[in-house]
């Protein structure tokens, strides 16, 4: 089964937590900046890494956005580029945008030019820790916005014996990138297989959604 790829704009804190996480866990990973150094940095990790100014559609243009099932822009303070990358990233058939706000002017304008989802990433620290003090089932948690995460988790007890596609988890707003089994990752799981109980997912939703994982 094909891997999921995602592109990463913007390689400061973020951006670069966002990259690796996404290649540790099996993902493809594109990863563009305009510094030569956080480009070198990080080519090792991730499928490919591009320096390119992210302001300049035509250079976005030229690195083959198409095939991409999601693409994250992680440009705080530099609203023009943020904008231009999620313009460029939608008019390529980009499915989901999540676009990283500066501040709140900043997310609005990048909700008019089509960003799928608006975060601010600074809001959110401490959660995390929260998160996983509170709930031993919450193996690792980003917190990506006040709303919305990446986790770890281990098999939620309602899941063992059913299939990723029985569970139908993306109608929960729930989307499954990877089991791990042990330490080997596999990305884009079998939907067909039964869940056990010694398994763990990373999943990315909503945090209403994640919390309900395991109400039942």
């Not at 023009?80 to 709140?104: F, Q, R």
């Not at 709930?135 to 059913?162: A, R």
Request: hydrophobic fraction near 45%.
């Amino acid at each position: 089964m094909a891997k999921k790829e995602f592109a990463v704009f913007g390689l400061g804190e973020f951006g670069r937590s966002v990259a690796l996480t996404l290649a540790k866990n099996g993902c493809q990973v594109l990863a563009v900046d305009w510094k030569v150094e956080k480009v070198q940095d990080i080519a090792d990790y991730v499928t490919h890494a591009f320096r390119a100014d992210v302001s300049d559609a035509e250079a976005l243009r030229s690195l083959g956005l198409h095939n991409l099932d999601g693409a994250i822009i992680a440009i705080g303070e530099n609203l023009e580029a943020s904008i231009m990358a999620t313009i460029v990233t939608k008019e390529c058939g980009v499915p989901y945008v999540l676009a990283k706000a500066h501040n709140d002017i900043h997310g609005m304008v990048l909700q008019k030019v089509g960003a799928d989802k608006v975060i601010f990433p600074e809001r959110a620290m401490g959660v995390r820790t929260a998160r996983n003090i509170i709930s031993g089932n919450f193996i690792d948690t980003m917190e990506l916005s006040n709303s919305f995460s990446m986790v770890e988790v281990v098999t939620p007890q309602n899941w063992i014996g059913k299939s990723l596609r029985q569970l139908d988890l993306r109608s929960f707003g729930l989307n499954v990138i990877a089991r791990k089994d042990g330490e080997r990752i596999i990305p884009t799981p079998d939907p067909d297989r039964s869940a056990q109980v010694d398994d763990t997912y990373i999943i990315l939703g909503e945090n209403e959604a994640l919390e309900k994982l395991y109400s039942n």
